[in-house]
């Protein structure tokens, strides 16, 4: 079945230690985003690629940095994980022109936990 | 802005219970409408969708209609089974809206044996 994937599922790391999390899809969408939820609030987008393209939020700090290589893959970087970014992560893609919107779908998540 | 507006929860029912969780929205434009539900630990998923007035979305029992007089996009259930506990997102996604997904704070239902 086409889907996205997101490894690891559970990843821990150190105060101050580079981390990277990772999502693949086979749909072939050409947008890819990252968010970051805390405790089932709502997912708070933090970056998206439409194809190439790199769109960053406005809020989203300069320690989460992102990588595209292909369609298929896309990378979130932690430069410098703090205690406040332990959250889950999703990795979401959408099929999508200029002109409509459509529907994201979602992986399964990675919940990052910060010692 | 394009804003997405739900009840608060958690909303707590008996099996086979009918359940309606609101969501109004303040959208430019003619959005789309979704609703996404997260089980515990997991990523969100599509329940369901409606992209133009009076559309209804419906999928696995559950429904909702986009009406545009009152800006509204409510998910109802005519009876819940315990495995329906999750939290539900509503959601827009709106033309000029830059690729963003606007998602409610999010609903939690608990459904009790």
């Known amino acids: 079945d086409a889907m996205v994937i997101q490894n690891p599922r559970y990843q821990v790391t150190q105060f101050g230690k580079p981390v990277t999390l990772s999502c693949s899809q086979t749909?072939?969408?050409?947008?890819m985003y990252w968010y970051q939820q805390k405790s089932s609030q709502a997912p708070k987008l933090l970056f998206h690629y439409y194809d190439k393209d790199f769109n960053n939020e406005a809020d989203t700090p300069d320690n989460f940095q992102s990588r595209r290589p292909n369609t298929s893959f896309c990378f979130l970087d932690i430069r410098s994980p703090g205690l406040g970014d332990a959250a889950m992560y999703l990795c979401?893609?959408?099929?999508?022109?200029?002109?409509?919107?459509?529907?994201?779908?979602f992986g399964p998540g990675t919940r990052l936990l910060v010692l | 802005g394009n804003s997405v507006t739900q009840m608060e929860g958690p909303v707590t029912l008996s099996e086979e219970a009918f359940l309606t969780i609101n969501c109004t929205y303040t959208?430019?434009?003619?959005?789309?409408l979704f609703w996404y539900v997260q089980y515990p630990g997991e990523g969100l998923q599509l329940l369901l969708k409606?992209?133009?007035?009076?559309d209804k979305g419906s999928n696995k029992g559950f429904e909702a209609t986009y009406r545009k007089e009152t800006t509204s996009f409510h998910l109802e259930k005519g009876s819940v089974q315990v495995s329906d506990s999750a939290v539900y997102f509503c959601a827009l996604s709106a033309l000029g809206g830059g690729f963003k997904t606007i998602f409610g704070a999010g609903t939690r239902l608990f459904v009790k044996a």
């Open positions: 409606a992209t133009k007035a009076d």
């Open positions: 959208a430019t434009g003619y959005p789309s």
């Open positions: 979401a893609t959408s099929g999508r022109d200029y002109t409509y919107q459509e529907t994201q779908y």
């Open positions: 749909l072939n969408h050409n947008v």
